[in-house]
């Protein structure tokens, strides 16, 4: 069946610390999504990406890179200097011009140690 | 002051009841989206809509696009119901949504 992984499911960050968040989608979609969600908040975009090797920032983008290398992957790395680096991080993908076809992983939780 | 606003923020019910969640927006879309996130967290889109009502099961939305409001209901809520209820809006020209803080509805059997 078709979807999208996201791994891992709970990950720790030492302070200093690169961490990278996979994601992985099967379903031949064009665009994908990074978003962080807090407690009580709405999704906030981090980055986007609608075709391969090229990306946009969100909005709040400062702290995080990514990388689109292949159609199916799109990795967010959260670095040293995002300083609040505690949420929810949703990945989605979508086909092109088609954003009621939008699935959503099942994210992953990153805590500060 | 947001862009979409959801209400209730919280919402109890017992099973059975029907249930309505409400979105405002204040900007311009092309469409609207209601989203179901379980408590696992995993997000699954129901509907988009651009006018008019949709139905699907037990869910319908409808929009009302002058007034900028758009109401899910739930009819014959059942326990496994229970989960954060979310509304996003797509605007012209990209792929960005722009998100509610979303509405955390729990059905008591």
């Known amino acids: 069946d078709g979807g999208i992984t996201q791994s891992p499911k709970y990950l720790f960050r030492k302070e200093g610390q690169n961490v990278t968040l996979s994601c992985e989608q099967n379903?031949?979609?064009?665009?994908m999504y990074w978003y962080r969600q807090d407690p009580g908040q709405g999704l906030r975009l981090i980055y986007y990406?609608?075709?391969?090797?090229?990306?946009q920032k969100g909005d709040i983008a400062e702290g995080y890179s990514v990388s689109r290398e292949k159609k199916e992957s799109f990795p967010l790395t959260v670095t040293s200097a995002q300083k609040n680096p505690t949420a929810f991080y949703l990945c989605?993908?979508?086909?092109?011009?088609?954003?009621?076809?939008?699935?959503f992983g099942s994210g992953t939780q990153l805590s500060v140690l | 002051k947001n862009e979409v606003e959801q209400s209730p923020q919280n919402l109890t019910a017992q099973e059975g009841e029907f249930i309505t969640i409400n979105c405002s927006y204040s900007?311009?879309?092309?469409?609207l989206h209601w989203l179901q996130q379980h408590p696992g967290g995993g997000i699954v889109s129901l509907f988009m809509?651009?006018?008019?009502?949709k139905k699907h099961g037990r869910l319908i939305a409808t929009i009302n696009i002058q007034e900028k409001h758009s109401s899910l209901h739930i009819t014959a809520s059942h326990p496994r119901d229970s989960a954060v209820y979310i509304c996003?809006?797509?605007?012209?020209?990209?792929?960005?949504?722009?998100w509610g803080a979303g509405t955390k509805l729990i059905i008591k059997p």
């Open positions: 989605a993908s979508c086909p092109r011009d088609s954003l009621e076809k939008l699935f």
């Open positions: 900007v311009g879309i092309s469409a």
């Open positions: 809509l651009s006018s008019g009502k």
């Open positions: 996003a809006v797509s605007r012209d020209s990209n792929y960005q949504l722009i």
């Open positions: 990406s609608q075709i391969v090797n090229d990306f």
């Open positions: 379903l031949n979609h064009d665009a």
